[in-house]
């Protein structure tokens, strides 16, 4: 089957500074793959062509069988992003998050409301559906944010760093909800600084440094090749090389 993700020499420059530097790798239906990298390394720039945000300065991408630059708005119906910064309205309730942004992905008035219903029970957010979310904690904003991400049911999700400084009952939460649509045959891709989060939730991890991805595999590939055990060693094995 063709890959959800495919990514071929992806490259970007902003000016003389390269930011990702031909970077190719391939992400199949039902796998959540990591990106791991250093700060400046390449992982949130690699996001953001993926979502369309940036244009590539050359190199192709194909999102759920769609051209990156020829059909931007059919890979955008198609994804679920998660940034950095979730960007929610503080005046808005969960509910309200999730109506806006389905209404915006042309969903039905119907249909919004059971997806709505499904998506809040399972975050555990069924009884706080309508307050206010700037009287929330981090870790629950994050939960609305991902939600709100998929709320129109992408092929893809694309999450920047989803559990960064959250307590660890809400990133169990979050990592619970992963793996549950995993197994629905989406394609995940996970930017993270966490090595446990990535050990436990990925299938196969790319190490990228300097905008160049060093390394791809699961943790046992990685482990015969660098002779680590554990990922920590793994990765600053392979960024120091």
Do not use: W
């Amino acid at each position: 089957m063709e890959p959800l993700i495919r990514c071929e020499a992806l490259s970007k420059k902003f000016g003389k500074f390269t930011a990702v530097d031909q970077v190719s790798f391939e992400v199949a239906d039902g796998e959540v793959f990591g990106l791991l990298g250093p700060n400046g390394a390449g992982k949130t720039t690699t996001m953001r062509l993926l979502s369309t945000v940036l244009r590539p300065t050359s190199g192709t991408a194909s999102v759920a069988g769609h051209d990156l630059l020829r059909e931007s708005q059919k890979v955008r119906a198609s994804i679920g992003v998660l940034p950095e910064d979730a960007g929610l309205y503080d005046r808005l309730t969960p509910r309200e998050h999730l109506v806006y942004y389905g209404r915006l992905h042309g969903m039905t008035e119907d249909l919004l409301a059971k997806r709505s219903d499904e998506l809040l029970e399972i975050m555990d957010l069924a009884d706080r559906a309508d307050a206010k979310v700037g009287e929330f904690s981090k870790g629950m904003r994050q939960k609305v944010a991902l939600l709100r991400a998929f709320v129109h049911d992408p092929l893809v999700l694309l999450l920047d760093e989803p559990t960064a400084g959250l307590d660890v009952m809400s990133a169990r939460s979050i990592h619970a909800f992963v793996e549950r649509f995993r197994k629905e045959g989406k394609a995940i891709m996970i930017s993270t600084h966490n090595m446990t989060e990535a050990q436990k939730l990925c299938g196969r991890i790319a190490i990228i440094d300097h905008a160049r991805i060093v390394a791809i595999g699961t943790v046992k590939e990685l482990q015969a090749r660098t002779s680590q055990r554990d990922l920590e060693s793994i990765f600053v094995q392979l960024v120091t090389d």
